[in-house]
């Protein structure tokens, strides 16, 4: 359990960590269908955000409500070959794949929203390849199934971000699309452990006879949802100041994972980067937290 995006709380932390520069991250798809979750950071100048996003309409509306720290691309990433987008008639169903008619005749689900309406001649860019792009500490991914290919094409911009939060499947929902076991075994090449789920989804299979089966009661099989991988989970102390400071930053506010946050203030703390009555200053903000060490709270 955590506790949601507090404003006056994550300032509190900026201030104590005092970070060289903004936490950094690059959203690939960032069709702007659902709310992000660094949505809090962005909204209190807290991060700077990269964004990726390949259809026209959704990157102008980006571009039309983005603010100071937001930059964004009109651009797809993958292999660095050319590719086919399949625009659906639910743009949110848009992939470089082909929606599977498998998982729609046994699901019964998306069987409209997943109709391929148009198709488009892209060209992606490899993660490596994009120069312009700086140092981040989070990637967040989405883009219908792909996910495994950026991964596979971007090992140094990987070396150095904290965090990534992508989508993940149990089931291909479209025709060749890696699962959940491929992305956790390619990130944990590049040193990532599964930390989280931020949401992941329930579904039912469907036949005329589970016709009388409520849908909302009878859902079996595991859907899509968000999956979230940290670098160095069981090994902070490998991580820099720097880098330490991003990631207790991405952990209150973005990822909601507070404990974590926390573990990387005290290696700062045993440091001597941060102080001990800083870390309880910290602490004092989280709700449901516990009074301070006597020794502390004199102090």
Not at 106 to 114: K, P, Y
Not at 120 to 145: A, H, M, N, W
Not at 238 to 248: I, R
Request: a negative charge; aromatic letters at 6%.
């Amino acid at each position: 359990m955590s506790v949601g995006f507090q404003p006056e709380r994550a300032r509190a932390l900026i201030d104590i960590l005092s970070p060289d520069r903004l936490t950094r991250v690059v959203d690939i798809g960032a069709n702007p269908l659902d709310e992000t979750p660094y949505k809090g950071l962005l909204s209190i100048g807290g991060c700077d955000v990269w964004g990726f996003e390949p259809q026209a309409g959704a990157y102008d509306k980006l571009m039309a409500a983005k603010g100071a720290h937001e930059h964004y691309i009109c651009a797809a990433v993958g292999t660095g070959e050319p590719a086919e987008l399949k625009v659906c008639s639910d743009v949110g169903f848009t992939s470089l794949l082909e929606p599977s008619r498998r998982f729609v005749e046994a699901t019964g689900q998306f069987a409209d929203r997943m109709r391929v309406v148009d198709r488009i001649e892209v060209e992606t860019s490899r993660l490596d390849d994009l120069e312009e792009l700086p140092e981040f500490d989070l990637l967040k991914i989405d883009i219908q199934g792909s996910e495994l290919a950026v991964f596979q094409n971007g090992a140094g911009k990987l070396s150095k971000a904290l965090a990534v939060i992508t989508e993940v499947t149990a089931v291909p929902m479209y025709e060749g699309q890696p699962v959940l076991a491929d992305q956790l075994t390619e990130l944990g090449q590049h040193g990532f452990l599964l930390h989280k789920f931020l949401f992941l989804k329930e579904i039912g299979f469907r036949n005329p006879w589970s016709a009388r089966l409520k849908r909302s009661v009878y859902r079996s099989q595991l859907g899509d949802g968000d999956a979230v991988m940290v670098r160095g989970l069981l090994d902070l102390q490998g991580l820099e100041d720097e880098e330490l400071k991003h990631l207790a930053i991405l952990c209150d506010s973005v990822l909601l994972t507070q404990d974590l946050g926390v573990t990387a203030m005290v290696e700062l703390m045993h440091r001597g980067v941060i102080q001990e009555t800083q870390l309880h200053d910290y602490m004092d903000l989280l709700p449901g937290a516990g009074p301070r060490p006597a020794e502390t709270a004199a102090q």
